[in-house]
């Protein structure tokens, strides 16, 4: 049975730093592209980034961009979100997901994980 | 930048009855790029519909899709129980790679 489990959420202060993990099971990890989706509290979802199958592809959201650093290592079949410069807005929870195929992107999410909450707050 | 509108944000129904959700795109999006979810409270999105009007795997057929146009329509033919929830509408495109979801409707026991 497929399983995506997010950790690494808490409360950051603004400007800093946090990295989520998001540890894959019971598929071929290594043949998927995987994504980050977030959550404010009580708002609508937002796409947050998109890393290819083999790692060597990244795309961000304009809101993201330039902050977060989206990857991966296949070998323990883990995908990473590393958040720096964090600002309040940046509140929220925080989801891998996988798309229905494997190797492209450019499909919708069948897979999520519980996901994870990240505050930033002083 | 397409942005999705859906309408209505909040609808109230009952168990049995037939209800139509809109998302309205901004621009002309390729009607393979558009998926619809479910989002209950405290809980991840589910894949609805992907393509405009494909059902996802083990999704009931009470959901369809369609699409005329840069309007999406999501219709559940007969409210159960379970199917109060979020609804979002998501596109897809490339160059460079891009998903936007809609603002969502929230479906409502009555």
């Known amino acids: 049975q497929m399983q995506l489990v997010e950790s690494g959420g808490g409360v950051v202060q603004p400007g800093g730093s946090l990295r989520l993990s998001c540890a894959a099971s019971?598929?071929?990890?290594?043949?998927?592209?995987m994504h980050w989706v977030r959550q404010a509290p009580g708002k609508g979802l937002e796409w947050v980034a998109v890393?290819?199958?083999?790692?060597?592809?990244?795309y961000y959201a304009d809101s993201v961009k330039g902050r977060f650093t989206i990857s991966r290592v296949n070998s323990i079949n883990t995908l990473y979100l590393q958040m720096d410069s964090l600002r309040p807005e940046d509140t929220a929870v925080y989801y891998c997901?996988?798309?229905?195929?494997?190797?492209?992107?450019?499909?919708?999410?069948?897979?999520w994980g519980q996901g994870t909450l990240v505050t930033v707050s002083s | 930048e397409i942005v999705l509108t859906q309408s209505p944000g909040t609808l109230s129904l009952s168990p049995g009855e037939r209800v139509t959700l809109s998302c309205r795109a901004s621009?002309?999006?390729?009607?393979?790029?558009l998926a619809w979810y479910q989002q209950k409270p405290g809980q991840a999105p589910r894949l609805l519909i992907y393509?405009?009007?494909n059902r996802a795997t083990a999704i009931p057929d009470r959901f369809s899709g369609s699409v005329s146009g840069t309007d999406f329509t999501l219709t559940i033919s007969r409210l159960e129980p379970e199917d109060f929830a979020v609804y979002y509408c998501?596109?897809?495109?490339?160059?460079?790679?891009?998903?936007?979801f809609g603002q969502g409707t929230k479906l409502e026991i009555k």
């Open positions: 997901a996988r798309p229905v195929e494997s190797f492209d992107w450019l499909l919708p999410f069948d897979s």
């Open positions: 019971g598929f071929n990890f290594g043949i998927f592209a």
């Open positions: 890393i290819s199958y083999d790692g060597d592809n990244k």
């Open positions: 621009q002309s999006v390729i009607s393979s790029n």
């Open positions: 393509g405009a009007s």
């Open positions: 998501q596109q897809y495109d490339n160059s460079p790679p891009r998903y936007t």
